[in-house]
């Protein structure tokens, strides 16, 4: 199975901060790599996929980046709504794994 | 209103069964790949099944294989997970999925609001 690790497991900003959450895979996974968002009593919701692609109606302060192994997902100017905690998936093998998640709290 | 509703949650004593549903509206349900995701306190978010649109092509994650079958009926826009000798480790929130986009582009689009499985005696 393919593992991904994400870094930091949670961190703690303020709004109008620049987040990176980065995430790496055990192997090389081209970029199939999403980012979700998870808010309490909420289901995930995609933010980035394909690695860099934003999905539809997220703000443009979120983007993604990487292939192969190292992917990063960015907030460029924290929002008080983007308190949350941040999972990616991978979507090159079977089954498609999650990383443990980053809490991001103020 | 596009969206996925999950049932067929609730309390079931170790080695039991249950089997869940998840109803799409709003879309054209046999066009889409559809997944199973769960999520514990302890084990985070975990991929747990998927099936293609005709029900032809179905993977699990090991922990589950031999026990949970997924299966389909686009007739009735439902996706069903069927959860045999069900222990303690399964006990969580499950979501059904929605995937978007092909290759590389491939998401989980659409969410439903999850059902939850208790394993307890």
């Known amino acids: 199975d393919i593992q991904l690790t994400q870094s930091p497991s949670s961190l703690s900003a303020s709004v109008g901060d620049r987040v990176s959450i980065t995430c790496r895979a055990s192997q090389s996974i081209s970029t199939y790599l999403n980012w979700y968002q998870q808010k309490p009593g909420k289901a995930p919701k995609v933010v980035i996929y394909?690695?860099?692609s934003l999905a539809s109606g997220v703000p443009s302060r979120f983007s993604g980046s990487g292939s192969g192994r190292d992917f990063t997902l960015t907030i460029s100017s924290l929002h008080l709504e983007d308190f949350a905690t941040y999972y990616c998936?991978?979507?090159?093998?079977?089954?498609?794994?999650f990383g443990q998640g980053t809490k991001v709290e103020i | 209103e596009v969206q996925l509703v999950e049932s067929g949650g609730g309390l079931v004593a170790p080695g039991g069964s249950l089997r869940l549903s998840c109803v799409g509206s709003?879309?054209?349900?046999?066009?889409?790949?559809m997944h199973w995701v769960r999520q514990s306190p302890e084990k985070g978010l975990v991929w747990v099944s998927r099936?293609?649109?005709?029900?032809?092509?179905?993977s699990y994650v090991d922990s589950v294989k031999g026990r949970f079958t997924v299966s389909r009926d686009n007739a009735k826009n439902t996706v069903y997970l069927q959860m045999d000798s069900l222990s303690a480790e399964d006990t969580a929130l499950y979501y059904c999925?929605?995937?978007?986009?092909?290759?590389?582009?491939?998401?989980?689009?659409?969410w439903g609001q999850g059902t939850l499985v208790t394993v307890s005696s």
């Open positions: 394909g690695a860099s």
């Open positions: 709003g879309f054209t349900f046999g066009n889409y790949w």
């Open positions: 999925a929605r995937r978007d986009g092909v290759g590389p582009k491939g998401h989980l689009a659409l």
């Open positions: 998936q991978q979507t090159s093998g079977t089954p498609r794994t």
């Open positions: 099936i293609n649109p005709d029900g032809s092509s179905i």
